[in-house]
């Protein structure tokens, strides 16, 4: 520490000091030399032995004080580490004594630091826990729906009707499982930096006609007015197939959260050296305190989890915009709407 490294110089330039009298006692007695004054020998003789004395008690005061400040905090921390390698994140360090003579103790600093990373460990631990939960949640669901028409379907007294309408129940449950283990393998990968962008000049205008046009048989089933408003040709360097997947996520819950015969608007548009990308629906909406956490994973806002989905969604749509450089942003009223709002330097 600071304090002790000082010290260990003051201490080093006493030896010196002591060291080079004793050689010269030692050079009179060798020549048997006996200064004119005798006194002037003693009063050498009683220096050296002064400062050997005094640089001996300041190395037992900074023994101790290293004992104090430094391999105590250090056992601390040792312990600690401990504590958290056999899963116990509960532990907080607190600091003893400081018995430092500067403003600030860098252990003090270094047990904060140690705290902080104990409580961001224990954050991920949770998270952990909650995902293997709620995958094992999400799994279910459609493992169960199809065990259970798949029962049906054993039966010798359903019509053929019946048997293919349980046939139809099954497929779709093994969509949205196929769906969404493909989200959280995608995830998984994002997470570990597996995916490297590939990054290309296309035409984005096209790009989203296409993604909205993917979807006409669900707003046309649930009566929705879809409206477009593009620049022509604007041209993007980005990841086309990854915001593929942005751009279907967020067609997808717009019409999915807008009521049968509501209204749905998609623009893209060049501003200010940005492209800048919105999907506004006039759905169900959501609260402030509902829009702090939709890139969560697997939060759905509808708590009864009626609406289909897994909520992986705006999680997948968040990593990858990360990934890509973009920024997403969302106003939303409850019962009016929501808009979503997708931001990118416009690149030449």
Known sequence: MKMSKQWMVVMGVLNVISGSCILIFLKFIDTSFVPANAEVL????????????????????????RQKKMDEPIEQLCQGA?????GNYDIELQR????????????????????????ELASTEMLKKDFVSNVSHELKTPLSVI??????????GISEEERKMYASKIGDAAENLSVLVANILQLNRLDNQKIKPDMEKYNLS????????????VWEDKNINVTVDFDQNIILKNDEALLDIVWNNLISNALKFTRTGGEVHISAKEKSQKVVVCVEDSGCGMERKEVEHIFDRFYQADTSRATEGNGLGLALVS?????????????????????MIVSFIYQT
């Open 96 to 119: 003893k004594e400081t018995l430092s003579f500067d403003e600030t103790d860098e252990f003090c600093q270094l047990f904060e630091d140690f705290n902080l990373m104990v409580k």
């Open 82 to 86: 401990r504590e958290v390698a056999s």
């Open 42 to 65: 003693y009063g050498v003789v009683t220096l050296a032995c002064y400062l050997f004395v005094i640089s001996m008690l300041i190395k037992l005061a900074i023994d101790w004080y």
């Open 147 to 156: 065990s259970s028409y798949a029962t049906i379907m054993q039966s010798d």
């Open 319 to 339: 990593h990858i915009l990360c990934l890509l450089g973009g920024e997403i942003q969302v106003e939303s009223q409850k019962d009016i709407g929501t808009k």
């Open 206 to 217: 096209e790009q989203l006609s296409r993604c909205a046009l993917g979807f006409e048989q």
